[in-house]
């Protein structure tokens, strides 16, 4: 009885093609052959997943107005109600087809990352990271039956560029208002992600906000399919089983949900510290554990090049928030910020590693010069106090001509004066910029 109608919609409606198409887009923003990620970072892999949603969440809405609107459409819904099966048993294949095939394009387009990662014997697997990718599925499912039932209320084909427009409109105008707010109403959003500062594979999402989650979702594709199936010409009361269900959906979830900032918390597991052996001492987070070998000998000698300054660090560890967040230095530990590849290892920015570890002096970057100019002359200074550490008999290679001649006023102004005030140089700039304050290029060459 349930089999021969499900196969009736597979064979004549648009709902395969909805589905595969739901599919192409859910991997395609999941995708980027520009930069492709090291599938090893799994809460990045999931977390990313969900902030795709900010699209794949009003396309699922907008394939459920599609199949949803196609009796209204044909004209035949009155003819429809009037046959001997009701509207809950007629309509539960279509809706169950749809709502389980959106929920398994938005699963099946990590398979080909997870299924890497799974093979990649140092990938950190966070605790509860499956709970989080079917949660962002049953949000998928819930759009498509949100949708059906839009599509049976209102079956004009103008519905369907309307929901696509005013879902994405409006979802994209939440997450811009959720940022800094702490109202749990915007972690019902389903592609809502706070920022911490954290870089995203160190996050995860909390117990409560799945939790939370799993309620307002569950709720609003119960009430969306009681609402596709209600009769043609519904009473009043037949609207209160699917109000009910919202509205206790919606209560049951805002109890349960944290404050949208604490939507996602940080992950002790993978912030926890892997180090190498011998000394000095350097560390990765555990999500970074397999860099750990290619990075520990030239991080060694970057500290061995810093060693000839004053007050000089003795450790280096990698820091875990993300790039352009500000962070306490500490003077006897030098912090890095780390980027792989595809395949996990280390990239830097077209120097070598080592030289990388020492720009700035061992500092990180700090992005606060807001003009071009200013930020041209903290990059030279940055990079020739690295190859003045090195010992380079010339200064770095620049690509533009501004970088070019900061880079060399800089490189023969800081070998221009005698070796004590070399060190002395090179010394301030590293303080300064482990506190973020002053020009690094006036600091090091003495000119403004």
């Given at each position: 009885?349930?089999?021969?109608?499900?196969?009736?919609?597979?064979?004549?409606?648009?709902?395969?093609?909805?589905?595969?198409?739901?599919?192409?887009?859910?991997?395609?923003?999941?995708?980027?052959?520009?930069?492709?990620?090291?599938?090893?970072?799994?809460?990045?892999?999931?977390?990313?997943?969900?902030?795709?949603?900010?699209?794949?969440?009003?396309?699922?809405?907008?394939?459920?107005?599609?199949?949803?609107?196609?009796?209204?459409?044909?004209?035949?819904?009155?003819?429809?109600?009037?046959?001997?099966?009701?509207?809950?048993?007629?309509?539960?294949?279509?809706?169950?087809?749809?709502?389980?095939?959106?929920?398994?394009?938005?699963?099946?387009?990590?398979?080909?990352?997870?299924?890497?990662?799974?093979?990649?014997a140092e990938t950190y697997w966070p605790a509860g990271w499956p709970w989080s990718?079917?949660?962002?599925?049953?949000?998928?499912?819930?759009?498509?039956?949100?949708?059906?039932a839009l599509g049976r209320l209102l079956p004009s084909l103008w519905t369907v560029p309307a929901a696509l427009v005013l879902s994405t409109g409006s979802?994209?105008?939440?997450?811009?208002?959720?940022?800094?707010?702490?109202?749990?109403?915007?972690?019902?959003?389903?592609?809502?992600?706070?920022?911490?500062?954290?870089?995203?594979?160190?996050?995860?999402?909390?117990?409560?906000?799945?939790?939370?989650?799993?309620?307002?979702?569950?709720?609003?594709?119960?009430?969306?399919?009681?609402?596709?199936?209600?009769?043609?010409?519904?009473?009043?009361?037949?609207?209160?089983?699917?109000?009910?269900?919202?509205?206790?959906?919606?209560?049951?979830?805002?109890?349960?949900?944290?404050?949208?900032?604490?939507?996602?918390?940080?992950?002790?597991?993978?912030?926890?510290?892997?180090?190498?052996?011998?000394?000095?001492?350097?560390?990765?987070?555990?999500?970074?554990?397999?860099?750990?070998?290619?990075?520990?000998?030239?991080?060694?000698?970057?500290?061995?090049?810093?060693?000839?300054?004053?007050?000089?660090?003795?450790?280096?560890?990698?820091?875990?928030?993300?790039?352009?967040?500000?962070?306490?230095?500490?003077?006897?530990?030098?912090?890095?910020?780390?980027?792989?590849?595809?395949?996990?290892?280390?990239?830097?920015?077209?120097?070598?590693?080592?030289?990388?570890?020492?720009?700035?002096?061992?500092?990180?970057?700090?992005?606060?010069?807001?003009?071009?100019?200013?930020?041209?002359?903290?990059?030279?200074?940055?990079?020739?106090?690295?190859?003045?550490?090195?010992?380079?008999?010339?200064?770095?290679?620049?690509?533009?001509?501004?970088?070019?001649?900061?880079?060399?006023?800089?490189?023969?102004?800081?070998?221009?004066?005698?070796?004590?005030?070399?060190?002395?140089?090179?010394?301030?700039?590293?303080?300064?910029?482990?506190?973020?304050?002053?020009?690094?290029?006036?600091?090091?060459?003495?000119?403004?």
């Open positions: 009885m349930t089999i021969r109608p499900a196969l009736l919609e597979l064979r004549r409606t648009l709902l395969p093609w909805l589905v595969a198409a739901m599919l192409f887009a859910s991997w395609a923003m999941t995708s980027d052959g520009m930069d492709p990620r090291w599938p090893g970072l799994v809460n990045a892999t999931v977390l990313g997943h969900r902030a795709a949603l900010v699209l794949l969440w009003p396309l699922a809405l907008t394939a459920g107005v599609w199949i949803g609107r196609r009796d209204g459409a044909a004209g035949t819904t009155e003819l429809i109600g009037v046959t001997s099966r009701g509207p809950r048993s007629r309509l539960a294949p279509r809706a169950a087809l749809l709502g389980a095939g959106l929920a398994a394009v938005y699963l099946a387009a990590l398979a080909e990352t997870l299924g890497r990662a799974v093979l990649d990718l079917l949660t962002g599925a049953l949000g998928v499912a819930a759009a498509g039956l949100l949708g059906l979802l994209v105008t939440l997450e811009v208002l959720a940022q800094d707010r702490s109202s749990r109403a915007f972690a019902l959003l389903p592609s809502y992600l706070p920022d911490d500062g954290t870089a995203g594979e160190f996050v995860r999402f909390s117990a409560a906000t799945v939790a939370g989650q799993t309620i307002w979702f569950g709720a609003l594709g119960a009430a969306g399919f009681l609402f596709y199936a209600l009769p043609s010409r519904p009473r009043p009361a037949a609207l209160l089983p699917g109000t009910a269900v919202l509205a206790a959906g919606l209560a049951g979830a805002l109890l349960v949900l944290p404050p949208a900032g604490r939507a996602t918390a940080v992950d002790a597991g993978a912030t926890a510290q892997v180090c190498a052996d011998g000394t000095p001492r350097v560390c990765v987070t555990r999500a970074y554990a397999r860099t750990l070998p290619e990075l520990t000998g030239p991080a060694r000698e970057a500290l061995t090049a810093l060693s000839r300054l004053p007050n000089a660090p003795v450790a280096l560890v990698q820091d875990e928030h993300a790039f352009g967040v500000r962070t306490a230095q500490d003077p006897s530990t030098v912090r890095v910020r780390l980027t792989v590849d595809g395949t996990g290892a280390l990239v830097t920015g077209g120097t070598t590693l080592v030289e990388d570890l020492l720009d700035g002096a061992g500092t990180l970057r700090c992005e606060d010069y807001t003009t071009s100019g200013a930020d041209v002359r903290q990059r030279a200074a940055r990079a020739v106090a690295a190859f003045w550490l090195l010992g380079r008999p010339a200064p770095p290679t620049s690509y533009t001509d501004a970088e070019r001649v900061a880079t060399a006023r800089a490189w023969d102004a800081l070998h221009g004066l005698p070796p004590a005030e070399q060190v002395s140089r090179v010394a301030a700039l590293r303080e300064a910029g482990l506190r973020c304050r002053g020009d690094l290029f006036e600091i090091l060459t003495g000119a403004a």
